[in-house]
């Protein structure tokens, strides 16, 4: 980590890299796909549960997505180094965007096996409340000029935001209304039958590798900006 | 293959679940790109410019 924070050592780095994570990611999509649909009907939610393999995964990286982003802020607020506000800046739209994707999707199959489109049940709330903390978080950064006191200011933002993590997580077993419960990560098993899990991982590890790959890229991104930047202004980089 | 395509009843749901997925990850993937090859070439016109 500590090398890493190093904007010449991190473009190296992730130079290498970013090759393997493109090609895993796209295998990992490309097989999760073919399994996904060659997935049987499920017994009681027929061929809407291939929903699940675009819902969940986008889901867990909206989620992921934002505790990455509350960490790099964290090491902006203690460290102070000017890659960390990067990395948590950048993570900001890849994470509204699944979070959107899972609002969308949710409500696609909410539709037919629940019969609403929308419903005020708590894990469908706090979750929409990852996309204002997300859209807030972003309009933060837009609103204030200094880049220092932006990063500092929504640093802040974005740990105060991180205690809805938790509560997206345990929503469904303290508000009880529609949503199902954890049917994966739970003690016991999952309660999904492998030829729905074999799917569900390959397209959640897909989505994953492929928030990395945009992730770095748009770090990638900010670096060359700030370089070119300093050119312009002739001070060498 | 017209099975296929009806998903058991649910095509009005299940496809455009997946045509927005696409539609989504496409469009992350391609403004990444974009905005990326832009800085590059700016980084490129700058260091000309000195």
Redesign the interface.
Known sequence: MQTLANPTRFMAASQSILPWLAGAAAISLGAGLVLGFAAPPDYQQGDTVKIMFVHVPAVWTAMMAYGLLALASLIGLVNRHPLADLAARTAAPLGAAFTALGLITGSLWGRPMWGAWWVWDGRLTTFLLLLFIYVGYIALWNAIEDETRAARICAVLALVGAVNLPVIEFSVDWWTTLHQGESIFRAGGPLIAPVFLWPLFLMALGYTLLFFVLWIIRIRTEILVRQSRRTAMGISA | MIA?LA????AA??W???G??LA??AT??AV??R??RR??A??T???K??
């Open positions: 296929f998903m058991g009843g649910y749901f299940v455009p679940a997946y927005i997925s989504c990850l992350m993937v990444t790109v905005d990326y800085a590059k700016q980084l016109y700058a260091t410019q000195k």
